[in-house]
């Protein structure tokens, strides 16, 4: 059975997704939510996935208070109740 | 333009002497459409460097939903140069996460701090006037 969750989207990526702050994707592991993502805001190609199919190094991703990259990254599971953040990673000199 | 109150602007700068010899970083958060920062977080730099910042991944998300709840929202980035001037790096530019915010500069290269603040969009700098108000 799909799994719906919330997608909470930073300022930057709105723009892809219809101006939309949160939106909601199926799917029971990260992967799969950028893949139904995908579907749905092709313009967010490039913006999710790196070229080795890794989670871009420019956003951070977070499954309720945890940072996904400590978890299973791509692979972290993913239930009806959680929210799914997503926020730019801001770093520089 | 990029408003400051006094306390927003004393409090960064005394962020960016509190994390020497590190850089500090911060988010800064306004009510939606207006250019007034209404309230700083203070950040960790998970960088740990006196040439390089990430604002700390956990810290932007609790600010972030801090800052919802608050009815504001996130809308720049300041952090600290420690030996240069208070003008965008290289790395800065090419890093920048979002068009629409402001980047805010502390340089504590002299014994005063300077405090400018920045638009980069496209790799393109453009300065902003700070304006202070007194609260």
Not at chain 1, 1 to 27: C, D, K, Y
């Amino acid at each position: 059975m799909a799994i719906e969750v919330e997608v909470r989207l930073p300022t930057v990526l709105r723009q892809h997704a219809g101006g939309q702050a949160s939106v909601q994707a199926n799917g029971e592991t990260i992967g799969a939510i950028f893949e139904d993502l995908l579907r749905q805001f092709p313009l967010l190609k490039g913006q999710l996935l790196d070229d080795d199919g890794s989670i871009h190094k420019f956003i951070n991703v977070y499954r309720n208070d945890d940072d996904v990259r400590y978890l299973e990254k791509l692979d972290t599971t993913v239930g009806a109740d959680d929210v799914i953040s997503i926020l730019p990673a801001v770093a520089g000199g | 333009m990029l408003r400051l109150t006094d306390a927003t602007y004393i409090d960064m700068v005394a962020h960016a002497l509190d994390d020497l010899p590190n850089e500090a970083c911060g988010l800064v958060a306004a009510l939606p459409g207006t250019d007034k920062i209404d309230r700083i977080y203070r950040c960790r730099n998970a960088a740990d460097s006196s040439r390089l910042y990430e604002v700390e991944p956990l810290d932007h998300l609790k600010a972030d939903r801090d800052a919802e709840g608050r009815g504001l929202e996130i809308v720049g980035v300041y952090h600290s140069h420690t030996h240069t001037d208070a003008y965008p790096s290289p790395t800065d530019v090419n890093q920048a996460p979002d068009p629409s915010w402001h980047y805010v500069l502390v340089s504590l290269k002299d014994p005063e701090p300077v405090v400018r603040s920045y638009r980069i969009v496209d790799g393109a700098i453009t300065e902003e006037p700070v304006e202070l108000e007194r609260r």
